[in-house]
């Protein structure tokens, strides 16, 4: 049964509103019950106990439409966490936005010069937005710097997470313009790198990457002669716990330039682990993904296949330190097992075996990982200039 609520629920016509409703529930106990609040404007503290006195009687009750100022009550209150309760959220439409991120949760668009709006895949997004939105608040207490979301909104048949970024540009649309400048988003983009890898997370407060990592390796013992898969899961199982924060996917996509200070965005996949996995997911953003159609990295980040390769190549140095080709390539190929790891798993999963295209990228990963894992023994490195918090 749905009942509308509207104008004003306060200490003047509580009660009255109270028998209004229970005389259409009469005799209606064990019906699920939904209160529309879609023109509720205000709800005092009488109006919320007639809420719960409307609860005791119909447990199975939600309430829908909730405009904001209303919702703020509700959360504020504990309401939120007793009941079911559903905001009414603002409606944006992305026709014909700026693309200026994709990764595998979203897409984020441009929709003026002050505001993007994070749109994700999952059209039930709600719990992912919330986790987003408390990760990203800890890195930015942490000291990363970060757009917040403000606002929630629903977007076609997902929702969508809202930020300010203030004529921000993305590093990979400076890179694509202005090639003159490329030496310097290499020096803020691994300054940043190194900022988060050098931050310390609270235990427990970000879910940690090995695991997921050990996942894929074990995902791709079913795909391995038995002795490359083992040692595979062995390397990766060696690689020590650490609690230092990574990225997940960190590409010049995510790092936007606003007002001559360098912002993190896309921050759902903000996880702790040693800085080989991030390694591998930069590796895969400006190689592994383009490595066999070299279009796919000009779709991604507006830039061609020479210049992803030559900003890897100028990033890793510079993250390591070091311009010894040797160490270089080393830390390459360590990176190069973990993405080739998870690019396999991921096409696999995602019906490659079916195509001829599909079958073709698989077996070309798979050969490139066996030749790896042979000359590999640990995909772990050390770095001298690394801050342990």
């Known amino acids: ?50 809420l719960l006195r409307i609860r005791k009687t119909h447990s199975d009750m939600r309430i829908i439409g909730v405009n904001p100022d209303v919702y703020d009550v509700l959360e504020m209150t504990g309401f939120t966490e007793m009941m079911h309760v559903e905001k009414a959220f603002r409606v944006v439409s992305v026709e014909g936005c700026e693309e200026i991120g994709r990764g595998a949760n979203g897409t984020i668009y441009r929709i003026d010069q002050d505001n993007v709006v994070k749109v994700y895949n999952n059209a039930d997004a709600l719990d992912d937005i919330k986790h987003e939105r408390e990760v990203a608040k800890l890195a930015l207490i942490l000291g990363i710097p970060t757009a917040i ?24 649309k400076i890179l694509a313009d202005e ?12 300054e940043l790198l190194k900022k988060i890898h050098g931050t310390l997370v609270p235990a427990g407060r970000l879910p940690d990457m090995k695991e997921k990592v050990l996942s894929w390796a074990g995902f791709m013992q079913n795909y391995l002669p ?9 390397m ?19 790092v936007e330039l606003q007002n001559d200070e360098v912002l993190l965005i896309d921050m759902d996949t903000l996880a702790v682990g040693h800085p080989i996995f991030e390694l591998a997911s930069i590796y895969n953003a400006y190689i592994g ?30 993250y390591l330190g070091t311009d010894r080709e040797a160490k270089i390539r080393e830390v390459e190929d360590k990176a190069r097992i973990i993405g080739y790891t998870r690019m396999i798993r991921r096409s696999i999963r995602r019906g490659g075996m079916e195509t001829e295209k599909g ?19 640990s995909l772990t490195f050390s770095l001298q200039e690394r801050d342990h918090g």
């Open 1 to 50: 049964m749905t009942i509308r609520l509207d104008g004003r629920i306060d200490s003047n016509n509580a009660a009255e509103t109270e028998k209004m409703i229970f005389e259409q529930l009469e005799g209606q106990e064990d019906m699920p019950v939904v209160l529309d609040a879609a023109a509720l404007e205000y709800i005092s503290s009488a109006g919320l106990r007639m």
């Open 149 to 172: 979301s403000y606002d929630v909104v629903r977007v076609g048949d997902s929702y969508g997470s809202v930020f300010e970024l203030l004529n921000a540009r993305s590093f990979s």
């Open 179 to 190: 090639p003159e400048k490329t030496d310097w988003c290499v020096k803020e983009f691994v």
């Open 226 to 234: 038995v002795k490359a898969g083992r040692k595979l899961v062995s």
């Open 236 to 254: 990766v199982e060696a690689i020590p716990h650490d609690d230092h924060m990574i990225h997940g996917d960190y590409h010049t996509k995510n």
């Open 289 to 318: 993904y383009s490595e066999i159609d070299h279009n796919i990295i000009l779709k991604f980040q507006g830039f061609d296949r020479d210049t992803g390769i030559m900003f890897w190549n100028k990033v890793l140095a510079a």
């Open 359 to 377: 079958r073709a990228e698989i077996a070309w990963w798979k050969e490139e990982l066996l030749s790896l894992l042979e000359k590999t023994d």
